[in-house]
């Protein structure tokens, strides 16, 4: 399964707990155009913070020597999607680890070696082939950098919005205005059927 498949599933369960919060069905009829703007504003919120614990994650988890990986996190938006893409091809055995048997591409481990354990480029050949047949037999232990990422905005969040009753927060009010659609709807769907009965 392609890397960018499986982060959309991880950003995708962590979603759930944020989404249980939604109505379960909103009729986009009914949605007036500020309403979608702002859920639309929400999703990037979410995904932009998303895209900074990922990153904080990579920098204490002192895996972001290159900076390509941080770097290769972002939000994507097209149409009404928003999502978080992860562009680096690091960024799987980052997050999944690797199973022992499995081989890394030589060179980047050397150039690693190099520039992160300050290795002269004439040792760099005996200590990369050691760390890479260390790596085979082995393999390497999952991060779980982009998984706690997401846990983190569902606890940070989550304890912000149940926690502080007093203060009402964006997403409260969003969810007053869509209940309030919700039960506009239903009355008008009541008085229809009504109207309906009394004519016949």
Same mark, same amino acid.
């Given at each position: !399964?392609?890397?960018?498949?499986? #982060?959309? /599933?991880?950003?995708?369960?962590?979603?759930?707990?944020?989404?249980?919060?939604?109505?379960?069905?909103?009729?986009?009829?009914? @949605?007036?155009?500020?309403?979608?703007?702002?859920?639309?504003?929400?999703?990037?919120?979410?995904?932009?913070?998303?895209?900074?614990?990922?990153?904080?994650?990579?920098?204490?988890?002192?895996?972001?020597?290159?900076?390509?990986?941080?770097?290769?996190?972002?939000?994507?938006?097209?149409?009404?999607?928003?999502?978080? #893409?992860?562009?680096?091809?690091?960024?799987?055995? #980052?997050?999944?680890?690797?199973?022992?048997?499995?081989?890394?591409?030589?060179?980047? @481990?050397?150039?690693?070696?190099?520039?992160?354990?300050?290795?002269?480029?004439?040792?760099?050949?005996?200590?990369?082939?050691?760390?890479?047949?260390?790596?085979?037999?082995?393999?390497?232990?999952?991060?779980?950098?982009?998984?706690?990422?997401?846990?983190?905005?569902?606890?940070?969040?989550?304890?912000?919005?149940?926690?502080?009753?007093?203060?009402?927060?964006?997403?409260?009010?969003?969810?007053?205005?869509? /209940?309030?659609?919700?039960?506009?709807?239903?009355?008008?769907? /009541?008085?229809?059927? !009504?109207?309906?009965?009394?004519?016949?």
């Amino acid at each position: !399964m392609p890397f960018q498949q499986t #982060v959309t /599933k991880i950003f995708r369960s962590g979603k759930r707990a944020i989404d249980k919060a939604l109505p379960k069905k909103i009729n986009s009829q009914y @949605l007036l155009a500020e309403n979608r703007e702002e859920m639309n504003r929400l999703k990037k919120d979410i995904c932009a913070k998303v895209v900074v614990y990922a990153r904080e994650n990579l920098k204490e988890g002192d895996k972001n020597f290159t900076g390509e990986l941080s770097e290769s996190i972002e939000v994507v938006v097209q149409d009404n999607n928003v999502s978080v #893409v992860v562009k680096s091809p690091y960024g799987w055995p #980052v997050e999944f680890g690797l199973t022992p048997g499995r081989t890394v591409n030589f060179d980047a @481990l050397r150039n690693w070696v190099e520039g992160k354990l300050g290795v002269p480029h004439s040792e760099s050949y005996e200590v990369t082939l050691k760390i890479a047949n260390k790596i085979k037999s082995k393999g390497i232990k999952p991060t779980r950098f982009f998984k706690k990422a997401i846990l983190r905005l569902v606890k940070a969040d989550g304890a912000r919005v149940s926690g502080n009753r007093k203060k009402t927060s964006k997403f409260k009010k969003i969810m007053k205005i869509l /209940k309030r659609i919700n039960r506009i709807r239903k009355k008008v769907s /009541k008085f229809i059927s !009504m109207k309906g009965k009394m004519k016949s």
